[in-house]
């Protein structure tokens, strides 16, 4: 079993700046085969890919949406990932999650995740 910790949610202007993290615990998590995912879900939407990061090799992937704004990261030693958000846009804020699963061939989808964490709530204001 894998349990996935998300913090760093919160409220902040249009064109600010904000930092998510998610926390991984669990012996299963394999660092050469699992990749971490963050996914968000606005009210009446679908859940929607942001980034994903494949742990072995640090190889990152962004949604076209917020490419350029967003950047994912790993600490290896702590067992986190982090996603920094820069520039926010009102329709940035949803509920984000963090997720992982083992050997993801398509990031975007999130059906290829095994794992979910409880999701943390970012709110962007105008």
């Known amino acids: 079993q894998i349990q996935l910790v998300e913090s760093g949610g919160g409220l902040v202007q249009v064109g600010g700046s904000l930092s998510l993290n998610c926390e991984v615990f669990g012996r299963t998590f394999n660092r050469y085969r699992n990749t971490v995912g963050w996914f968000r879900q606005a009210p009446g939407k679908e859940r929607e890919f942001v980034a994903a990061i494949r742990w072995e090799r640090g190889s990152t992937a962004y949604s076209d949406s917020v490419k350029g704004r967003f950047t994912i990261s790993r600490d290896n030693a702590k067992l986190t990932v982090d996603l920094q958000m820069n520039g926010m846009k009102p329709e940035d804020t949803a509920i984000y999650l963090c997720?992982?699963?083992?050997?993801?061939?398509?990031?975007?989808?999130?059906?290829?995740?095994?794992?979910w964490g409880q999701g943390t709530q970012v709110t962007v204001s105008s």
């Open positions: 997720a992982t699963g083992r050997d993801v061939i398509a990031n975007e989808i999130s059906s290829e995740y095994d794992y």
